[in-house]
Every structure is written in C-alpha cells, then in structure tokens.
C-alpha cells in the first residue's frame, strides 16, 4: 500500500508537471524481513546503501528492466518490530523503494519485501505543509461559495511557481519572454540574471523579472559559462508554462 503526498495540477498548471519526473523524493517505507536478523547487521546494510547504487527496475515497472544509477542521499532508520524495519529514505526520482527493500534483503541474507509505503516529500512539497484531505478541500470550495471567503483554498491551491522551487533559475528579459513562451530556445542576450547549480542537459526554470514562471528548459551551459558567455544558447526551452502574448511581442516587432 502506498500513501502520502501527491501533487496535483490544475488547467494550465498541469504543464509543470514535467517538473517532479526530476525532482528527489522522500519515503518512510516499512520493511518485512523473511527471517530474524541482529539489528546490528540492519544498520550496516542500510549505510551501504546510501549513495549512488545500481538498481534494476522490477517486473512490474513503466520503464525498461535495464540497470541503471540511483542516489540515495539518506536512510534513517526508524523502528525495528521482530521481522518489521520502518526506515525514512530520501533518493533521487526514479528510485524503486520496493526493489530496495528486496536488495537490502538480498545483502542481509535473509530475504525482504515492502510492506507499506508513504511518500512524505516530492520535490519541494512536504507532507507536513503542503498535504490536504479531500474533506478540506471540499470545506475551501463551501467557504467560497457561501461566505466568499477564499484563504482556505488559496492555502491549498498554491502558485505554479512553488512547483520550480527546487530547480535553479534563469530570469529573463520582458522583451524576451514571448518568444520563449513561442517555443524560441533562450538566448544569452535576453538572460538579465541566474542562480547558481545549472548544470548543463540538467532542469533549469527560465522566470520574468516578477518571479513568474515562463518555460521549463534545459541548461545548455553552465552557470559559469553563461555568465563568461556574450552570445549562444543557455538553455532549451522544453516546456512552455506561460500563455503566448502575456507579455508584449518584442521580437516580431523587431522582425518587421
């Protein structure tokens, strides 16, 4: 069984959704060993399996059973019941927690399964803030309705630039926003400034000077590079977020 947070998007929102294919997770995950093992061997095999290891989809996955790297960042071990380990991991998206449970139990020599699953992080929305019932969502839409008050539901339905929280950034000129918002790859001339962490074919949020989300793109470059550069492209764009024409055409102006 598998619970816990969920991101859902709304209309135009659902186009960031890309986003969480890259963005790290957090479960606490519990664990049914196949025989007694010393709690002591549990923790050593849990260390060993923190950092980047290789793992093999199971028979049951959306992706091809090829072998393929994974980081985990952390394994925190929880609670030992007799043959039950419940243990909080954060890993790298794309990690099946199923088949490390049947890999730790495969290094300790006994044999595990998972059990139950809660997802408690995926990217930057965390269980404890960002988690609503659908029982509070649906008191939000009768505030609404009936008293006109929308705190509630502006409390769960949040901004569709929290989901790029996690991501570096690239800010973008006004004039340069409508062609991106067109599907035009960014330029270095248009960029006015940018975070640190762009790594190149990694993720990156092209964002107006407001702080508004315009495209989900691909580094082409560095941060480094881009600000050594004077011209070439920093980033493609892979996902258009804002609506054409929201900003001003600057550009077919200029082509005219």
Not at 17 to 33: A, I, R, T
Not at 62 to 80: A, C, D, G, H
Not at 236 to 241: A, D, M
Request: aromatic residues 6%; charged residues 30%; hydrophobic residues 40%.
């Amino acid at each position: 069984m598998v619970t816990g947070v969920l991101p859902v998007a709304l209309e135009e929102a659902t186009k960031a959704l890309p986003v969480f294919l890259h963005s790290g997770k957090e479960y606490v995950c519990l664990m049914q060993l196949h025989r007694d093992v010393p709690e002591e061997d549990i923790r050593t095999v849990l260390e060993e399996f923190t950092g980047e290891i290789y793992q093999k989809p199971p028979v049951r996955a959306s992706v091809k059973r090829t072998v393929r790297k994974r980081m985990i960042y952390r394994i925190s071990l929880l609670e030992i019941d007799d043959r039950r380990v419940l243990f909080k991991v954060a890993c790298q998206a794309g990690t099946y927690i199923r088949k490390l449970c049947a890999d730790i139990g495969e290094a300790l020599g006994c044999g595990a399964h998972m059990r139950e699953l809660r997802r408690t992080r995926t990217g930057p929305f965390t269980e404890n803030i960002h988690s609503y019932t659908l029982q509070e969502l649906q008191e939000a839409k009768r505030r609404l309705k009936e008293d006109g008050d929308e705190q509630m539901l502006r409390m769960i339905v949040r901004p569709v630039e929290e989901a790029f929280k996690h991501i570096p950034k690239i800010y973008i000129k006004d004039s340069a926003v409508d062609a991106v918002c067109h599907g035009a790859e960014l330029a270095i001339p248009g960029i006015v400034k940018l975070e640190t962490g762009i790594e190149p074919e990694e993720p990156v949020a092209i964002m107006t000077l407001k702080g508004e989300v315009v495209a989900l793109g691909e580094a082409a470059m560095s941060t480094m590079k881009i600000m050594e550069a004077e011209r070439g492209i920093a980033a493609k764009t892979r996902r258009v977020i804002m609506p054409p024409g929201t900003y001003q055409r600057e550009w077919m102006k200029r082509n005219r």
